[in-house]
Every structure is written in C-alpha cells, then in structure tokens.
C-alpha cells in the first residue's frame, strides 16, 4: 500500500470499500486528486491538510474496479447499407452506465476513403464522449501510400490496425495486405488486430445454403462454419510468424481458434485472443427461437458445449481479453433482410451488458477470481491498446476511472432500463447479480444509483503509447515480448 504524497488536495476519496486490481485485491480506501488516483491507503486514513472539501463516496459492501476497457466497441458504424445508431455520447453514455469508461473504436474506411482519413475523421469525435476513447485503424488494401500513412498515424499513437479476412468487396483484405500492415505495424512498435474468418469456405457454406434450406437468420450457424474462423487463424498465424510480428485475432468464438493461437504464444509469438461476451454467455440455439435476427453477429454464437468450451479458457489463461464487438442496430434494421444473413446487418449492441454479464456468468456463476476479470476486461484491454497503466488500473497516477460495483445485487436486463440506443437487448429477461452502482470518470462522479448524474462530454482521444504486450496471461507461459526479442 503507499502512503499518501504530502503534497496535493484530495477532491475525492472512496472508502470502505474493497479495492480490486489485475493482481492484487484488499480492503481499502482511495484518493483522488487533480482526475488521477493519488494514493491507495489502509482504511480509515485521514485525508492530507486541506482536502476539507472532499467528497466521499462510502464503498462498504461494494468493489471498487478500475473502469472497463473495452478493446472492440463500433461506434456509428457503416457496414453494406446499415449505420449502426450511436455516436460517441450515446455509446459513452451506455458505456459508463455499464461501468466501462474506455472505449476503443474502429476507423473503417468507407470505399475511397483513406485509413488515415477515416482514423483523423473517427478521432475527432472523441470529445463528444462522456469518457475516454482510443482507436484502431484499418486497412483494406494496400498502395503506394499506405506504409507512409501507418508510419504518419503510429506517430500520432494510433498503432493497432483492424484486418478482416472476409466481406469480400467491403473490408476484406488479401494476405499480402495482411503481411505488409503486419510488418510495417512491427517495425513502428504497432499490431494487426484481425477478424478471422476464411470467406471463400463461408461463401461456399452460404452457398450451399441457399441452394437447401435458405440463408435466413435461423441458418446463421450453418452460413458461418467453425472451420472458416480456426482456417483463418491458422493462416494468419503462420503470417505472423513469418513476419516476426504480433497478433490480436478479436471476437474468437471457439476454444480451437484460442488454442491455435496459445500454441503459437508458446512457441514465442506475441500472439493474443480476444473473446466477447456474447460469445461467452449465448449459445447457437437462440437461432431456433423465435426472431432469431436479434442475434445475427459474426461470427455466429456457436453450440452450447462450445461455448463452455471457450469459457473454460478464461481460467486457464489462454483468452487475454474480453470485448463487446458493441454494434447498435435496432430491431427494424436487424429484421430488414432477415431472410438473406448475406445483407442483413451483422452485430449486436453489447457495450453497457458487456462486463455485468461476465461477472454474473463467471464470477458468480463459476467462481472466476475478481481479480482475473478485472485483468480481462480492464487491465489487458489497456496494455494491449498501449494505454495502460493510465488505464485499467487502480495504481497511483492513473486516471480515477472507477466501478464501484455491488457484486450481491440481483435485477433483469431489459431494454428499456437500459441506455444503448437501440430497442433491444440480445440479453432481454435475464437476471443476473453484480452491479456498478457508482461509476467515477476523471475522478468526477458520472453515474451513481442508476441515474447520470454528470452529462457533460469530457472525452478525449487516448493515443498509445508502447505497447504492452505481457498482459497477465497464464504465469506459466513464458513472458512473449522477452521471449521473441
Ligand atoms: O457481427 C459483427 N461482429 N459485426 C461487426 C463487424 C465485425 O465484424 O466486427
Ligand atoms: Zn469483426
Ligand atoms: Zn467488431
């Protein structure tokens, strides 16, 4: 525990409560000065000399966690002839009521535009947020421009880039796309972050599919195989072992795609998974009830045992991070071509539910340690987006972006409870336990028992700075970074 500096006012101090980071949990208070924490120190402490103004915000019962961070959140996103429906104050908005107070967006170029254009374009909205965001490039294609562009937007701290391996003629990129981003973000300090899933076996699939039983939403499962998504890791994973470089596969939906590339990290790849949560708590047989459309995402929620399957590698180290893949359609625009999963708007909004599901499905449910989630949804989110420890964690300097969670409170997911700008929620009716009742952003209070106390935008765009790619994965496996220098 440190004792608190001598020197500045504390505006803000969190008692009582039990304090959780990464690695570490303890009962104790919290100080707050300038937006930053100041100083963590046993229970009781008297605040410094002249810090008679402070608020305090009594914790007894509840668990204060650093903010979410959440790695794959679209904002406004434009995909076919569907824009999802938020903009950066209704998504921080959702955000923060979830307990998540960094957001991590995706600049995806429009046809013509250029990954810089649209990276500058998506940055400048950060301000309208209620809390902090950084971003992910994109690239599609490669030109004579484009080395020079990712060398120009890693200066300006935006080093991580998004690649698709399928939506032919919208975002997917070709592999000698993939190998240039992945060397060029190697050798500025950056890294490909990559959806996986081989389009030629999924057309083929959805081919077949169209020919016998339709491609309606109740066929997502079968327009959208297991082995596209494994197929494609393998791929990409041999790319970046030629090419010496990390890699971040998003929204893994398969304990096999996770395992591929567990093996890779043990070889000495700086090669990392990301999950998300619907894939972790929702299982394929939604797409036999009713209005299936409501969870049409890619890829497609997988069988149940897969899903335990894919839960289990939370325990054992070997899933890194946890996302939303937040995508705000609402029903109208989810049911327009449900009879065609080809041109329906693929997604589902997710960025408010993300960690209050995770929570009552494994920390409650099956026993995950606090501190692990804290390091999947806060702590590895931020190193892996080089913005930790500013973020993602409860460390003295950074930002006092706080959950304060009461983890023994029971309520029902319900979309008009909820502040997603969109009619539905993929979790309608569902009861879970855990809740952040207050949520502190730059040390300022924003939300607390279920109202917003704080609407004003004070966002701002973080850049990275190195990134940090030892996130707090399995002890047993060795630290990638020192193992492939
Ligand atoms: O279904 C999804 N995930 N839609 C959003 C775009 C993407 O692929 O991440
Ligand atoms: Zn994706
Ligand atoms: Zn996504």
């Not at 100083?39 to 668990?63: F, H, K, M, N, W």
């Not at 060398?151 to 391996?165: D, I, N, S």
């Not at 399928?166 to 972050?193: C, F, H, K, Q, S």
């Not at 057309?203 to 939403?217: I, K, L, P, S, T």
């Amino acid at each position: 525990m440190t004792a608190p500096a001598s020197a500045p006012t504390v505006e803000l101090a969190v008692r009582g409560g039990t304090l959780v980071d990464a690695d570490w949990q303890d009962r104790a208070d919290l100080f707050v000065s300038r937006g930053r924490i100041q100083a963590v120190v046993a229970p009781g402490t008297p605040l410094p000399a002249g810090s008679g103004q402070a608020t305090e915000i009594d914790a007894t019962g509840r668990l204060v966690l650093p903010g979410g961070v959440d790695p794959h959140c679209h904002v406004g996103f434009t995909s076919g002839d569907f824009t999802s429906l938020d903009d950066y104050r209704a998504c921080t908005t959702a955000a923060v009521f979830g307990g998540t107070t960094t957001i991590v967006d995706f600049a995806i170029p429009r046809p013509g535009q250029a990954p810089i254009e649209a990276a500058y374009a998506q940055r400048a909205k950060a301000a309208e947020g209620l809390c902090d965001s950084a971003l992910h490039a994109c690239v599609v294609s490669w030109d004579g421009t484009t080395h020079g562009q990712l060398t120009e937007l890693a200066a300006e701290g935006v080093v991580t880039v998004k690649m698709f391996t399928t939506y032919r003629g919208e975002n997917m990129a070709d592999e000698d796309t993939i190998l240039r981003t992945m060397t060029t973000l190697r050798d500025v300090g950056g890294m490909v972050v990559v959806h996986c899933e081989a389009n030629h076996l999924i057309e083929d699939a959805q081919r077949r599919c169209a020919a016998h039983g339709g491609v309606g939403a109740d066929r997502m499962s079968f327009t959208r195989p297991e082995l596209a998504e494994t197929a494609s890791v393998a791929e990409i994973l041999a790319i970046a072992e030629s090419a010496r470089a990390p890699v971040y596969f998003v929204h893994q939906s398969t304990a096999s795609s996770v395992e591929l590339v567990a093996a890779a990290r043990r070889r000495g790849l700086p090669a990392f998974s990301e999950t998300v949560a619907h894939h972790l708590v929702l299982d394929e047989g939604r797409y036999d009830g009713p209005q299936p459309e409501r969870f049409v995402c890619c890829p497609p929620l997988r069988p149940a045992a897969a899903v335990r399957e894919l839960g289990r590698h939370l325990f054992t180290g070997e899933i890194t991070t946890i996302g939303s893949d937040h995508c705000c359609y609402d029903l109208a625009q989810k049911r327009s071509n449900r009879h065609d999963v080809r041109t329906m708007p693929n997604g589902l909004p997710g960025v408010e539910t993300r960690l209050p599901v995770i929570f009552s499905e494994y920390v409650v449910g099956r026993g995950l340690p606090v501190t692990r989630f804290v390091a999947l949804t806060s702590a590895n989110p931020a190193r892996t987006n080089g913005i930790h420890p500013r973020k993602g964690s409860l460390r003295p300097g950074a930002d006092a972006d706080l959950a304060i969670w009461d983890p023994t409170l029971r309520w029902t997911l319900t979309a008009p409870d909820l502040h997603m700008a969109t009619d539905y929620t993929p979790y309608e009716g569902r009861t879970v336990t855990g809740k952040p009742t207050t949520v502190v952003v730059g040390g300022r209070v924003v939300v607390d028992a279920d109202r917003l106390v704080d609407p004003t935008p004070r966002g701002r765009h973080l850049p990275a700075t190195r990134l940090d790619l030892t996130p707090t994965l399995d002890p047993r496996l060795p630290n990638p970074t020192r193992q492939y220098a």
